[in-house]
């Protein structure tokens, strides 16, 4: 690991004042240190050296609350994973949310690791995470790309690009994206936003070492999954090598409001697969309106998949995420809600 | 810098590398090697240790982010020619390991995973002790460990 200035911050206001005061003209940005589980991972493999951390601890009693109501449930940046895996509102209301948690990583992690350091998780492509290979057009712009010829049974057939297959590697963030929940930012120079979560996350495109809009220093504070009919009957579905403890090969967020039997509404999202947190509203306008069977699941699940691109080893993944989604749907639309 | 950790009831005053983890700072500075390094990469659970309680990974915990903290680790369970833990006890009469390498880490996360109320049912330990790999695969043996302690660190 690299050398780096240590800061730990009181407060937002204090935590943005350091990042501004810590950036540097060439190079890599600091970095806001929360759970640390897939940062210091990264700096010990030798991915990522910033100049500086800043502890952003702190910021828990005024950013890592968890509140529901009727519009909606918000969710603090600094939450850690397992409070918001077991909160009893979200297990009740929003059982998709809290089984993509309860599903992911381990315990031991999800002790550690803050909602927001969640949803910024870096890709678990082999050859970003491993220097020694000069071809990552994510770690070193411009210079290609291993894993398209390379071992990808993990990597990305949604949203995929020339430039990069990687797979975006959470679960939580799949569930955000499918409910269109919303996150607050706030920025060094005292300004605050909020932006559709959908567009926290940037396509690879001919730019994938640009992961996301967020602005030099910018801060999450907060998501808020707004409320609606469907969030109840919804459910998180994770398919993997392992029963326990490892990512995704391909997962389904489904969410239904149903009426005899008839979708009035859906919210779906996909994981494992894809090259960002995933909504597929090909997939909900697939069903909207129709009654849900064996037959209008798949035709969702081919819709989600349309645009599917492969690449060797990862060849199986669009029949494997059409199957997932197929399954989701049909067990959403058994659950008594 | 100059950093103070509070390790099994004692405070130590120690300076460290920015770059030190709680891991090497408990076992090259403080002397205290139960904790393991194993994968030091996050992924094997063998330098699982509590901080306030909750089970957290030494590896991916800076030393200097964890001044202000209660840390326990496996040194911290029984005092000296004390009892053992109820866990500690049930691993010993189990047969719940054959090295014994991942050992501390497997009792401090079952010891959590009593307390946090997730050794229900033998398919619960197993979801939640997933963060502990053993390579000898003493699972079985590790879950009857858990299962025979529960209800003795419950009646503690």
Redesign the interface.
Known sequence: ?R????E?AGGAEAALAASTRHAVQEGPPPQY?A???NL??LM??GVMHPPA?I?I?ALRGAHGGIQADAAGLRLGALAHM?EAAEHPAILSDYPAIAQSLQLA?????R??ATLAGNVLQRTRCNYFRDPSWDACNKRRPGSGCAAKDGVNRLLAVLGVSEACIASYPGDFANALAAFGAEVGLAGPDGSTRRIPFEDLHSLPGDTPHIETNLLPGELITDFHVPAGPWTRRSLYLKVRDR???AFALASAVVALDLEGGAVRDARIGLGGLVAKPWRSREAEDALRGRRLDETTAQEAAEAAFAGAVTHGENAFKPELGRRTLVQALLQAAEMEA | ?DIRLKVNGTEHALSV???T?LLDALRERLELTGTKKGC???QC?AC?VLMDG????A????A??AQNAEITTIEGLAGDNGPLHPMQQAFLENDAYQCGYCTPGQII?AI??VT?G?ARSDDEI???M??NLCRCAAYPKIVAAIRQARPLMETR
């Open positions: 690991m050398p780096f200035a240590y730990r240190l759970g640390g589980t210091l991972d010990k493999i951390l502890n601890g397992a990583a381990n315990q031991q992690l002790n550690m029963a326990s403890f | 810098m590398d920015v770059r983890t030091d990469l996050g659970g699982t909750r089970r957290v990974l590896c991916f915990t800076l200097v982010a996360s959590a995973c946090e997730h197993r979801e939640y997933s963060g």
